[in-house]
């Protein structure tokens, strides 16, 4: 780290000037990540090593941000906390301006294509296009992999220095097995670190690399470097990823490589010719937002913790490094209580303080959660909402989605009510578009002319169903939208025409399904941003 940082060293060196809560947080939001994003309390106190008391506040206080959900006996990750990771991907920009090119290439060689970035001496997926096959690259974007076992390892070990070398060796020396990366399988036989060198060299000679079956039997990858246009320095490395079913290694070079080739060249024109980004809103009001959660939650709320992960959202597009004060002014804290955050994030590797005495997000921000969320799918952020409606309002409620010829919809989700009468229809069960709420909703969000039925129902936004697919049915839906405001599923509750008249369903319903639906589009806007989410 340079010596001419934003944070004096001295002040560096006081241990006080940590943020312990901040700490002890950061070190829950990890031990869920590595167990795949869900943990009991008891396993979260073993795990971490702090008193249950402490998981307890600190859990609480993460629901209370949306960055977990309490499900049961269960701490699960939620959506709201990806926004940690989508703060460093914005800032960094590249999968915004080479994503599309990834997913090109991977269409044209229908073959999954990464992008990954250096993490100290480990690579860090920033983007995947992957292939849906039975068999396929199980990579999550966020994923940490050790350097040596990799094909962006050596490319990115060209530029290491004699202190990058020392601090690799003696992280092999200390984890001969890779256990600090649980997304490769441990290492079987311990390996020549000579052999790693020599790889680097190829690498450093060839201008690209190849991965051999390095990280498990059958996986093979050729990557070239992504570079800046100012410094030549390596901005990302890209890389086209297969099994040995399908390609061997030589086939990678021979096939794939020019084309891989020439899919970063044009990378590399959109790095040259990209226009300067525009600085989007900071976050607004946090501090007060946690100062109001400490009123209403007490002792549980860990306010300093809140606090601290405010931070990190103060970072984006147009904001990739900030000074002290413009994290202060971002987020509202004072710049005593910004300082001590920031400390404590350059302490945690989360953040880098640079010599002009301003700060950048480290790749290793999507250590908090990233990886287990980036390959969700719309019923799995759908189905605790819809328990909870269902919870609310004791009718069933369910999410479904349009066919492809749009004739018929296909249920993906639900949530049942306990009642000796009700609607039960099972995941994966269709039934005609025309004549289901979910359907109308739906279809009403297709290309004009509408007829005047579905023109009413796009106009006022929700589409009821009166006892016209089964008698005694009655349902309500509304949409479910994309970040591009597209209906990419519907939402409805169902019930008995004896329960409740068409204007209970209007006047009662309708306002929970439309906040069910907003908090469902809120998690998938923060879900998709820099991932596809699939709508099954």
Known sequence: MPANTALDADARAEAGEAVGPLLRGVGVLRRLTEAGGTLSPSALERATGLA??????????LSRMDYVRLDGRDVVLAPGVMEL???????LRLPALLGARADALADELDESVSLAVADLDGIRFIHQATRRRAMSVSFRIGDLLPAERTAPGPLFATEWTKPDWNRWRARRAADPTDAAFPAVPP????TDDSAFAHRVERARRDGWAVDDQLIEPGLVAVSVPVRHPDSGRLACVASVVSHTSRRSA???????LPRLRTA??????DLRTAPPPTPGPAPAGLASWTTASKHRLGRDFVESLARGLTVPTAFGEGRAALSLSEVARATGLARATARRALLTHEHLGLVHARPDRTFALTPRVLDLGYPPLSRTTLPRLAEPHLRALADRLHEPTALAVLTSDGTEIQYTAGAGASRVLTVHITVGARLPAAATSLGRVLLADTASPLPPALAEVRARGYALADEELESGLRSVAVPVRDRAGRAVAALNVATHAAR?????CVHDVLPALRTTADRIESDLHLASRFSPVAAH
């Open 85 to 91: 990771g989508n703060a460093y991907l914005a800032a």
């Open 187 to 190: 290492r079987q036989a311990p």
């Open 52 to 61: 249950r008391s402490t998981v307890d506040r600190i859990t609480a206080t």
């Open 250 to 256: 030589t086939d990678l070079r021979t096939s794939l």
């Open 264 to 269: 970063v060249a044009a990378m590399e024109t």
């Open 500 to 504: 409740r008249t068409l204007e209970d």
